[in-house]
């Protein structure tokens, strides 16, 4: 039987992971300026490290909110898909939460491979190429969840919020 709204874990590990990945896409300055210096032969100061470190540190927890919150999934599951929607949406939502769950896998431990083990090209990705792709699947997140709320009038926007 499928629960018909998250539950208050799952939709507090759902807006946590969302607001730490918000705040390490919104200020990776301090990750920037120290590969900026370490690309340079520079080195970082005890401030330059530390900032770096804040973002490791939040990108670190947003991987083990992540397995946390794939736990409960398994564990509780999740409320079914609207009925009567398109194909082709319930197709979009799948791919979507697919990618989102990738990503906020894909990128913690790819800059854990560029930070603590000097990958480069884990670090290329990691910035330039998932990065791009995050903020991507973020805004059709958003948009898919305010189309089901608005046009749609369903309730999936608001078993994440409200319950």
Do not use: C
């Amino acid at each position: 039987m499928k629960p018909h709204s998250y539950s208050i874990v799952q939709r507090f590990l759902h807006w946590t992971v969302a607001l730490l990945v918000f705040f390490n896409l919104l200020f990776p300055d301090g990750m920037n300026a120290w590969h900026r210096l370490i690309r340079h032969s520079q080195t970082p100061t005890a401030a330059d490290v530390s900032s770096a470190n804040i973002h490791a540190y939040v990108g670190i927890a947003i991987l083990l909110l992540a397995i946390l919150r794939l736990a409960m999934r398994w564990q509780t599951g999740v409320p079914a898909e609207p009925a009567g929607q398109p194909a082709l949406l319930q197709l979009a939502a799948r791919v979507a939460h697919l990618l989102l769950y990738a990503l906020i896998f894909l990128m913690p431990i790819s800059g854990i491979a560029a930070y603590y083990f000097g990958i480069d090209a884990a670090g290329s990705i990691h910035a330039d190429i998932m990065k791009v792709v995050l903020w991507a699947v973020i805004a059709a997140h958003v948009f898919g969840a305010l189309v089901q709320h608005f046009y749609f009038r369903t309730n999936v926007l608001r078993r994440m919020t409200v319950g």
